[in-house]
Nanobody
Framework: QVQLVESGGDLVQPGGSLRLSCAAS????????MSWYRQAPGKERELVAT????????NYADSMKGRFTISRDNAKNRVYLQMNSLKPEDTAVYYC?????????WGKGTLVTVSS
């Protein structure tokens, strides 16, 4: 079955960087777009970034543009999120996501805390 397992979340100071990783299995990874979402305490889940199946195109939420970079390695079945210049408002659980037709798949998330 489809499995998405995130890792890399941590406590980081404002202005710092983190790289999140999502290991995918149970489907033909190279055929599907992948996304990162996040959910901050008391807020709704929001889209962070999306990357197409080949990695040829990416999209970002406005607040992440220029600071976050999504990438993928189809040979390793992994998608990454490089986060730079982190702010306290980036504190959230970050989720890996993909969709196969009308079925949505989510990982369990990894917690990123930005605090001094």
């Amino acid at each position: 079955q489809v499995q998405l397992v995130e890792s890399g979340g941590d406590l980081v100071q404002p202005g710092g960087s983190l790289r999140l990783s999502c290991a995918a299995s149970g489907f033909t990874f190279s055929s599907y777009s992948m996304s990162w979402y996040r959910q901050a305490p008391g807020k709704e889940r929001e889209l962070v970034a999306t990357i197409t199946s080949t990695g040829g195109s990416t999209n970002y939420a406005d607040s992440m543009k220029g600071r976050f970079t999504i990438s993928r390695d189809n040979a390793k079945n992994r998608v990454y999120l490089q986060m730079n210049s982190l702010k306290p408002e980036d504190t959230a659980v970050y989720y890996c996501h993909t969709r196969r037709g009308s079925i949505y798949y989510w990982g369990k998330g990894t917690l990123v805390t930005v605090s001094s």
